[in-house]
Nanobody, 126 residues
Framework: QVQLVESGGGLVQAGGSLRLSCAAS????????MGWFRQAPGKEREFVAR????????YYADSVKGRFTISRDNAKNTVYLQMNSLKPEDTFVYYC???????????????????WGQGTQVTVSS
């Protein structure tokens, strides 16, 4: 059974940092891109960042570019999201996800991801 488990969320003041982790179990995702998305209550899930299966290619939403960094450790089957200079508008539930096909760079579209974690809440106070 495939599981993605996010951790590292919490409450932080504006300007602070958090590091989210997403640990995968049940199979290896070393051949798969991985992505981070976020969602507010009643709103659509939005793309945050994605990383290719090799880790050599990354892509970010404009809203987080220069502040967030996605990385992965295939030996640990884990993807990370380092979030710096956090703003109140970064307050969301953050989800990691894995797409349905291997060996590509990933996508900004949530419909291309088939495995999802349960989410971790990030709250940034002003």
């Amino acid at each position: 059974q495939v599981q993605l488990v996010e951790s590292g969320g919490g409450l932080v003041q504006a300007g602070g940092s958090l590091r989210l982790s997403c640990a995968a179990s049940g199979r290896s995702f070393s051949s798969y891109a991985m992505g981070w998305f976020r969602q507010a209550p009643g709103k659509e899930r939005e793309f945050v960042a994605r990383i290719s299966w090799t880790g050599s290619s990354t892509y970010y939403a404009d809203s987080v570019k220069g502040r967030f960094t996605i990385s992965r450790d295939n030996a640990k089957n884990t993807v990370y999201l380092q979030m710096n200079s956090l703003k109140p508008e970064d307050t969301f539930v953050y989800y990691c996800a894995v797409p349905g096909r291997p060996y590509y760079s990933g996508s900004i579209y949530s419909s291309e991801y088939v495995y999802w974690g349960q989410g971790t809440q990030v709250t940034v106070s002003s």
